[in-house]
């Protein structure tokens, strides 16, 4: 079955911050994951009549993002990089700026890791995302995405207590 405006609408255009939020684990800067995203969402847009509808249009949109990441990573080895655009920030409280800093330890730990652990740890403790949906995405078995997550988690705590 052919996916209509209708379908897309509800389907495709909700899944849109966590498509975000995945691209942006992946790419490690939020400017080119929106980029990825507005222009995933494009391409979806025009292609809607020739998506056929499968068992899970998130897993569809879910693969989508991380080949659309792989494709931008691979244009960034070849081509040359952007530069960081500066961006005010408001005065933030002391608990702010300790938030900030664990986030930042996290985003470092997590740049770290394995290519491979570092999406599955983000679609499940980031996306929510089950084992079971893990593995249907990355068509595994459960038990592979648990242990990967095992191993993954193990890393990153381990990185996190080298940097404090």
């Known amino acids: 079955m ?25 790419l490690l800067d939020r400017d080119e ?6 222009d995933l969402l494009e391409r979806l847009w025009s292609r809607r009549e020739r998506i056929v509808v499968s068992r899970s249009v998130e897993a569809f949109a879910m693969k989508a ?3 659309a990441c792989y494709d931008r990573l691979r ?6 990089r952007r530069e960081e655009v500066g961006r005010a920030r408001r005065v933030e409280t002391e608990d702010d700026a300790d938030r900030r800093d664990l986030r ?15 999406e ?3 679609l499940k403790e980031i996306e929510g995302y089950s084992t079971r949906e893990i593995a249907e995405l990355y068509a595994s078995d ?12 193990r890393q990153l705590r381990t990185l996190i207590e080298r940097m404090i």
Do not use: W, Y
């Open 2 to 26: 052919q996916m209509e405006v209708k379908d897309f609408n509800r389907e495709i255009v909700p899944l849109r911050d966590r498509m975000f939020r995945f691209a942006q684990s992946l």
């Open 33 to 38: 994951a929106e980029d990825t995203v507005h």
């Open 65 to 67: 993002v991380r080949n």
């Open 75 to 80: 244009r960034r080895q070849s081509g040359p």
């Open 104 to 118: 930042e330890l996290v985003r470092r730990g997590m740049a770290q890791l394995p290519t491979r652990q570092r």
């Open 120 to 122: 599955i740890l983000h």
């Open 142 to 153: 459960e038990g592979v995405v648990r242990m990967t997550l095992t191993r993954a988690r």
